[in-house]
């Protein structure tokens, strides 16, 4: 076994789900605890400021989301606009400074004390000792899974993120996109209440990011699983999401919300989503916060 410490852990794994059983159901993937007719996530008047020499940065401020089961919901906004810190506060690894983050049942925490989400970064924080399918493996055995049980999930999520034949390869033998498809399958072995991803795609090139916009877009239909998703380039948002948040800086604020009604799979060729990327465009133009959002270009290639 290894010896990383417990705090190392949490942030690798982000929070594991204590409770996950009746794996047997075919998936709708997600907590068989989880009630349907309540929010996945409530976020209330969240602010969240950090101590910088001369004073305090307001990172986030007074930031209410609500996101349903079942919803893919993108938060956009330039760098430095509080995204992470966000995500950081929802997945429970930073306490706000006021304000409240509110599960789907009243007590959904794990014997760790937190909340069921799990966090995948823009660098899969793989371990690099293990195998593919030890990574995939270890949250599970952690919760005390039988071998034949870790075996039969591993097995699964391996094949949906295509890389069964991949299980006994060692993490830097793969790609960055192997990596992050990993990192899913790690992930959604544990059944997620809500999945968290943090500019999950955006270290990858411009092919395997649109690989990975199929492979997320069939987990979400084979899985039912909530997402969360983090990124600065609008285009991505706009073909994957139900709903987009639009994020402004100093300080991060919600400051629109778009709901996207386009069936999938999408091509930026569509109509509606060129409207709507103009439209986001358009907000963090008037607010001067063009940054390093992507996809506002009109020379930019469509997906
Ligand atoms: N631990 C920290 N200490 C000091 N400032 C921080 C810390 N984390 C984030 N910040 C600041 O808070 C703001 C928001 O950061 P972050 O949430 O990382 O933005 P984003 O993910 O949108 O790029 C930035 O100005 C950043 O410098
Ligand atoms: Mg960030």
């Known amino acids: 076994?290894?010896?990383t410490s417990s705090s190392e852990l949490e942030l690798t794994l982000g929070n594991l789900p204590s409770n996950v059983i009746g794996h047997e159901e075919a998936f709708v993937d997600i907590s068989p605890k989880t009630n349907r007719f309540q929010p996945i996530l409530t976020v209330k008047k969240v602010s969240k400021s950090f101590p910088v020499a001369g004073g305090r940065i307001q990172a986030i401020k007074d930031i209410d989301l609500v996101i349903n089961p079942g919803e893919l919901v993108s938060l956009v906004g330039p760098s430095g606009c509080g995204k992470s810190t966000l995500l950081n506060i929802i997945a429970g690894l930073e306490k706000p400074d006021s304000g409240e983050v509110k599960g789907n049942r009243p007590n959904d925490k794990n014997l760790t004390g937190l909340p069921e989400r799990l966090l995948i970064f823009q660098e899969a924080s793989l371990f690099p000792w293990l195998t593919v399918y030890d990574n995939v493996a270890f949250g599970l055995k952690i919760r005390k899974y039988s071998k034949e049980k870790c075996r039969e999930l591993v097995n699964k999520y391996l094949g949906m993120v295509q890389l069964s034949q991949f299980q006994d390869a060692w993490i830097h033998q793969l790609s960055g996109g192997m990596k992050q498809r990993v990192a899913l399958a790690r992930a959604l072995a544990l059944r997620p209440e809500l999945l968290l991803m943090d500019e999950?795609?955006?270290?990858?090139?411009?092919q395997t990011r649109q690989d990975m916009y199929r492979l997320l877009l069939r987990?979400?239909?084979?899985?039912?699983?909530?997402?969360?998703?983090?990124?600065?380039?609008?285009?991505?948002?706009?073909l994957l999401s139900d709903r987009i948040l639009v994020m402004r800086s100093r300080p991060g604020q919600i400051k629109r919300e778009f709901q996207v009604n386009v069936g999938f799979p999408r091509t930026m060729e569509y109509f509606l989503l060129k409207q709507l990327r103009l439209?986001?465009?358009?907000?963090f133009?008037?607010?001067?916060?063009?940054?390093?959002i992507q996809g506002g270009s009109t020379y930019e290639q469509a997906y």
Do not use: Q, S
Request: net charge negative.
């Open 285 to 292: 133009m008037e607010a001067g916060d063009v940054g390093d």
């Open 200 to 206: 999950a795609f955006t270290a990858l090139d411009v």
């Open 1 to 3: 076994m290894t010896t």
């Open 279 to 283: 439209e986001i465009i358009k907000e």
């Open 219 to 238: 987990i979400r239909e084979e899985t039912g699983v909530t997402i969360l998703f983090i990124t600065h380039n609008v285009e991505e948002a706009l």
